[in-house]
């Protein structure tokens, strides 16, 4: 029983870990996503158009990536593989 709730406890931290990572991951990209848009459009505002464009696709991927990490870490909580080493 003491070995199944050491790992329940290491995987809660990790799994907090992983999101707080994800979190981070994500801020950074939507900050560098816009941060270069804004400057190309102030180097050449006749791309304005063909920049937002690019900047909305590449804004939906980085919105993605949290998401597919949110899941992984939920495998984690819900379907532990590593409780299925125990034996007791």
Do not use: C, D, Y
């Amino acid at each position: 029983m003491e070995g199944q709730v050491t790992i329940i406890a290491a995987t809660a931290i990790a799994v907090g870990l992983i999101l707080a990572a994800a979190g981070l991951g994500s801020a950074l990209g939507w900050g560098l996503i816009t941060s270069k848009t804004i400057e190309g459009i102030t180097r050449q505002p006749e791309m304005r158009a063909q920049l937002m464009t690019n900047t909305f696709i590449f804004a939906g991927l980085m919105e993605s990536f949290p998401f597919i990490v949110l899941a992984l870490a939920m495998w984690f909580v819900f379907a532990n593989p590593f409780l299925a080493g125990i034996t007791g």
